[in-house]
T-cell receptor, first 117, second 113 residues
Framework: AQKITQTQPGMFVQEKEAVTLDCTYD???????LFWYKQPSSGEMIFLIYQGSYDQQNATEGRYSLNFQKARKSANLVISASQLGDSAMYFCAMREGGSSNTGKLIFGQGTTLQVKP | ETGVTQTPRHLVMGMTNKKSLKCEQHLGHNAMYWYKQSAKKPLELMFV???????ENNSVPSRFSPECPNSSHLFLHLHTLQPEDSALYLC????????????FGQGTRLTVV
């Protein structure tokens, strides 16, 4: 069965430093997509970055990069040069592909990140 | 206008009330979703609509009734809810067939008293 695991309930990082949020996944589908979302206290889920299972290179979006290790089934999010506004809940999610793709996402438990000034 | 709009943002209702949550997307997407986010739990998928047709009901109790009149609008009708149904309800939309991400609304924070 498909599953997403985030083992870090909470993380602290000093402003301007980099931080890595862990995510491991489990699926038997060879085609899938991995996503990271940010959820501030307002509640909205904000899309950060996407990695496809067949992508050869790690995805990057500004200060966000995804460390994709397919053999280990991990998709860690790296935030460089942390800012106070990065304090939020972060969710890793997976969407399976193929003919059964309904677009639904399976989410991990989330990691609360706090950036210290 | 924002991509996905949910109303109301906050709702308090009694267990005997009937209310509806509304979601509207202006992105031209062909799939819409309802998710439930309870405290200290991951988001749980409730319903999936592809091209206005319900393609998934994730064992949701019948006191939650979805409606998708067209590909831009999605409703969640609520009746005789329980206090444990208090949660943040998030609507999302996406375009099937590609790698595009799901876009979420800001959610409705529901409290059942």
């Amino acid at each position: 069965a498909q599953k997403i695991t985030q083992t870090q309930p909470g993380m602290f990082v000093q402003e301007k430093e980099a931080v890595t949020l862990d995510c491991t996944y489990d699926t038997s589908d060879p085609s899938y997509g991995l996503f990271w979302y940010k959820q501030p206290s307002s509640g909205e889920m904000i899309f950060l970055i996407y990695q496809g299972s067949y992508d050869q290179q790690n995805a990057t979006e500004g200060r966000y990069s995804l460390n994709f290790q397919k053999a280990r089934k991990s998709a860690n999010l790296v935030i460089s040069a942390s800012q106070l506004g990065d304090s939020a809940m972060y969710f890793c999610a997976m969407r399976e592909g193929g003919s059964s793709n309904t677009g639904k996402l399976i989410f991990g438990q989330g990691t609360t990140l706090q950036v210290k000034p | 206008e924002t991509g996905v709009t949910q109303t109301p943002r906050h709702l308090v209702m009694g267990m005997t009330n009937k209310k509806s949550l509304k979601c509207e997307q202006h992105l031209g997407h062909n799939a819409m979703y309802w998710y439930k986010q309870s405290a200290k739990k991951p988001l749980e998928l409730m319903f999936v609509y592809n091209f206005k047709e319900q393609t998934e009901n994730n064992s949701v109790p019948s006191r939650f009734s979805p409606e998708c009149p067209n590909s831009s609008h999605l409703f969640l009708h609520l009746h005789t809810l329980q206090p444990e149904d208090s949660a943040l309800y998030l609507c999302a939309s996406s375009q099937l067939g590609g790698h595009t991400e799901a876009f979420f609304g800001q959610g409705t924070r529901l409290t059942v008293v």
